[in-house]
């Protein structure tokens, strides 16, 4: 075997060897803006509503074709879960400032 040959301390593509420079999105340093918060809020809002209205039509669907293979009551509990969710958003969106 060649002596000459050092082995590295880290692989080609170790985690360890990858740059923290290369993660995606925002600095979580600096503080999202009023603005920012509000149109992020506002967007997840409007997926919640897209998301409600879809599983709705699942569940009349559902009812139509009297399905009882579970997936309305795992449905209804998804429904029940993204409406908790809106509700608390639409609450968190009336105590951020203008």
């Not at 290369?22 to 509503?49: H, I």
């Not at 209205?53 to 559902?62: C, D, I, R, V």
């Not at 209804?76 to 969106?93: G, I, P, Q």
Request: aromatic residues 8%.
């Amino acid at each position: 075997m060649d002596s000459s040959f050092v082995k590295s301390e880290h692989s080609f593509k170790s985690r360890s060897s990858i740059s923290s420079r290369s993660v995606r999105g925002t600095n979580p340093t600096t503080p999202e803006s009023d603005c920012a918060r509000q149109r992020n809020a506002m967007a997840k809002l409007k997926q919640y509503e897209v998301l409600i209205e879809g599983y709705k039509k699942f569940l009349a669907y559902q009812k139509t074709i009297n399905d009882e293979s579970g997936f309305a009551s795992e449905t209804m509990r998804n429904l029940k879960a993204t409406e908790e969710a809106k509700d608390l958003l639409v609450s968190e969106l009336w105590t951020m400032p203008p």
